[in-house]
């Protein structure tokens, strides 16, 4: 199964920590749903064997505080589909560039300075982190003084395992540069059907099929994942049917809808198939 990826919401207070720079994080009263979509997330970026999700969010200035930069979480698309990037811990290492930094499972971030050496090769000062960060805390991140080379090092842990990369944008397309075992969530200018009218026609019409319907009747939770599947040619927002529990959500099948078309996920096969066909 390629991408998918989900959605919820929240923030407001501050703090600062760090020698070199500061990380700062809003928090508030967050809505329902929150962490069950982080965990989400979280399972799609491990079904796609990465330890981390990065997603570049845009260009800042110099002189952007921390409230501005939280601000990116909130562009519209951005929202609607991760809303819960907006409960991250903002972590200032200076630059120009925003990105949001998604833990996998159980995995904690921490920032360091990095420098480029002539060879090309990075140089990380791991004695002067700019941030220590916990278990599944989301980092949304200001680096990078140019486009030439990254200024910091972003590191995963879990137990033993420790995976390092230096967050940049290609100069060839404009996207996150791409690194072994980092799954890129970034929101790019849409091509085809991502318009808010194009998804709730889309879940509309998957609502309305007997099968989903019958389970939204016994109390079952229908969210839009905020990715697409191509199948037979067409690209197809994917939703999720689960149950939403008071401390996780369970998610039991996927559906993905095009040109009026319903598939459904078959985990067994690795493959969509017709919603009601056989």
């Not at 991760?82 to 290492?93: C, I, K, M, N, S």
């Not at 590191?155 to 390092?164: G, L, R, T, W």
């Not at 890129?184 to 085809?192: L, R």
Request: glycine fraction near 8%; include cysteine.
């Amino acid at each position: 199964m390629k991408k998918i990826s989900v959605a919820a919401c929240v923030c407001v207070v501050l703090f600062s920590f760090g020698m070199h720079g500061e990380g700062m994080r809003e928090v508030s009263a967050k809505t329902p749903g929150a962490e069950e979509n982080l965990a989400i997330l979280q399972d799609i970026i491990r079904e796609n064997e990465c330890q981390v999700g990065i997603a570049f969010l845009g260009y800042t200035n110099e002189a952007a505080d921390a409230s501005e930069i939280l601000e990116y979480t909130r562009q519209e698309e951005l929202a609607a589909a991760y809303p819960f990037l907006q409960d991250g811990t903002v972590v200032d290492a200076g630059g120009f560039e925003i990105y949001a930094v998604v833990p996998g499972d159980d995995c904690r971030i921490s920032i360091y300075p990095a420098q480029a050496a002539e060879e090309g090769e990075y140089s990380d000062d791991l004695n002067a982190p700019w941030y220590m960060g916990q278990e599944n805390e989301v980092i949304i991140l200001r680096c990078n003084m140019s486009e030439i080379h990254s200024t910091v090092m972003v590191s995963v842990q879990k137990q033993n395992m420790n995976v390092q990369y230096h967050p940049m944008v290609s100069l060839k397309d404009g996207h996150l540069a791409k690194e072994a075992y980092c799954y890129d969530f970034s929101m790019y200018a849409q091509e085809e059907y991502d318009t808010e009218l194009d998804i709730r026609i889309a879940r509309e019409q998957l609502s309305q099929t007997d099968e989903v319907s019958y389970y939204l009747g016994l109390g079952m939770s229908l969210w839009y994942t905020g990715t697409e599947e191509y199948i037979e040619g067409k690209n197809c927002p994917v939703f999720v049917l689960g149950t939403d529990h008071e401390d996780h959500f369970t998610k039991e099948n996927y559906y993905a809808v095009g040109d009026n078309v319903v598939y459904y996920y078959d985990p067994s096969g690795d493959a969509w198939l017709l919603l009601g066909a056989g």
